[in-house]
């Protein structure tokens, strides 16, 4: 299979067949730069092709703290007083750029989610 962009479908299903047949590939042969080539021309395909948007900021706060153990009681004094945490989990109250550097800080969820606007919250004016 000679290498060549990715433009349709079926050259899409070739090539995650020929990825598949290169996975047990050698390290420093030639098979295994054929599959990091291959492997790349798929991820630009399925990026424009299948694109993932990023997760909603408050189930990307709540899947930080289950994968550390926690709950939200771990948010109070991060984002604010219990009632505070209370109404951003309930999608009551927007992040404020002060709770989004916080959240960032603590537990290292990307800033560019957290910015994100949130699923079914209320939206801020342009007061």
């Given at each position: 299979?000679?290498?060549?962009?990715?433009?349709?479908?079926?050259?899409?299903?070739?090539?995650?067949?020929?990825?598949?047949?290169?996975?047990?590939?050698?390290?420093?042969?030639?098979?295994?730069?054929?599959?990091?080539?291959?492997?790349?021309?798929?991820?630009?395909?399925?990026?424009?092709?299948?694109?993932?948007?990023?997760?909603d900021p408050i189930?990307a706060i709540r899947?930080r703290l289950e994968?550390?153990?926690?709950?939200?009681?771990?948010?109070?004094?991060?984002?604010?007083?219990?009632?505070?945490?209370?109404?951003?989990?309930?999608?009551?109250?927007?992040?404020?750029?002060?709770?989004?550097?916080?959240?960032?800080?603590?537990?290292?969820?990307?800033?560019?989610?957290?910015?994100?606007?949130?699923?079914?919250?209320?939206?801020?004016?342009?007061?």
């Amino acid at each position: 299979m000679e290498i060549k962009p990715i433009r349709t479908e079926l050259d899409y299903e070739r090539t995650l067949r020929e990825v598949e047949r290169l996975m047990d590939a050698k390290p420093g042969t030639a098979g295994e730069d054929r599959l990091d080539v291959l492997a790349t021309l798929v991820e630009a395909y399925e990026s424009k092709h299948f694109p993932i948007d990023p997760p909603d900021p408050i189930e990307a706060i709540r899947f930080r703290l289950e994968q550390q153990g926690l709950d939200p009681s771990a948010l109070v004094g991060v984002i604010g007083g219990r009632s505070r945490v209370y109404e951003v989990m309930q999608r009551k109250r927007a992040l404020s750029l002060a709770m989004i550097r916080r959240l960032h800080e603590r537990f290292g969820i990307p800033v560019e989610v957290l910015i994100r606007p949130i699923r079914g919250g209320r939206r801020r004016s342009a007061a």
